[in-house]
Antibody
Framework: QVQLVESGGGVVQPGGSLRLSCAASGFIFSSFGMNWVRQAPGKGLEWVAFIRYDGSNKYYADSVKGRFTISRDNSKNTLYLQMNSLRAEDTAVYYC?????????????WGQGTLVTVSS | DIVLTQSPGTLSLSPGERATLSCRAS???????LAWYQQKPGQAPRLLIY???SRATGIPARFSGSGSGTDFTLTISRLEPEDFAVYYC??????????FGQGTKVAIK
């Protein structure tokens, strides 16, 4: 069965950096685009970034463009999110989500999330 | 950017009742690109509906989606205790980018 397991969250000071990982299993990771989605405490869902199956193209929400970098290692079945110049408003649970295109464009599997807290 | 507005913010209903959730887009959205998710406290979102009306694998038949253009609806025909949760609609637009509605909470009355 499909499993997505995030790690790397924690407490970081404003202006600091953090790298999140998402270990994938149960599907052919190298065949699917992947996303990061975040959810601030008590708030709704916000799409953060998308990377194509082969890493050839990457797309970002305006709120993180220039500060966050999405990447993947298909040999390790792992997705990453490098987060730099962190701000208080980046505090959220970060989910990785598998992209699916059959019958539409949507996220068919999600990880359990990892909490990032930006605070001094 | 396309904005999705969900209504109502909270829907208070009893088990066995019918729930009708609305998602309105600021511009026309392709039905293929409209999805619905369920999220329970402390859990990740779960895909319910894709392509506006197709149920995801394992989703009970009491969940149905409909709509086109700017108006979409998620209907739960008879609420079960496990259906009380927050529901989000999501749309894809070229760039690519995805946006979510602000969510509708289905609460026990």
């Amino acid at each position: 069965q499909v499993q997505l397991v995030e790690s790397g969250g924690g407490v970081v000071q404003p202006g600091g950096s953090l790298r999140l990982s998402c270990a994938a299993s149960g599907f052919i990771f190298s065949s699917f685009g992947m996303n990061w989605v975040r959810q601030a405490p008590g708030k709704g869902l916000e799409w953060v970034a998308f990377i194509r199956y082969d890493g050839s193209n990457k797309y970002y929400a305006d709120s993180v463009k220039g500060r966050f970098t999405i990447s993947r290692d298909n040999s390790k079945n792992t997705l990453y999110l490098q987060m730099n110049s962190l701000r208080a408003e980046d505090t959220a649970v970060y989910y990785c989500a598998k992209w699916q295109w059959l019958g539409g464009y949507y996220f068919d599997y999600w990880g359990q999330g990892t909490l990032v807290t930006v605070s001094s | 950017d396309i904005v999705l507005t969900q209504s109502p913010g909270t829907l208070s209903l009893s088990p066995g009742e019918r729930a009708t959730l609305s998602c309105r887009a600021s511009q026309s959205v392709s039905s293929s690109y409209l999805a619905w998710y369920q999220q329970k406290p402390g859990q990740a979102p779960r895909l319910l509906i894709y392509g506006a009306s197709s149920r995801a694998t394992g989703i009970p038949a009491r969940f149905s989606g409909s709509g086109s253009g700017t108006d979409f609806t998620l209907t739960i025909s008879r609420l079960e205790p496990e259906d009380f949760a927050v529901y989000y609609c999501q749309q894809y637009s070229t760039s690519p980018r995805w946006t979510f509605g602000q969510g509708t909470k289905v609460a026990i009355k």
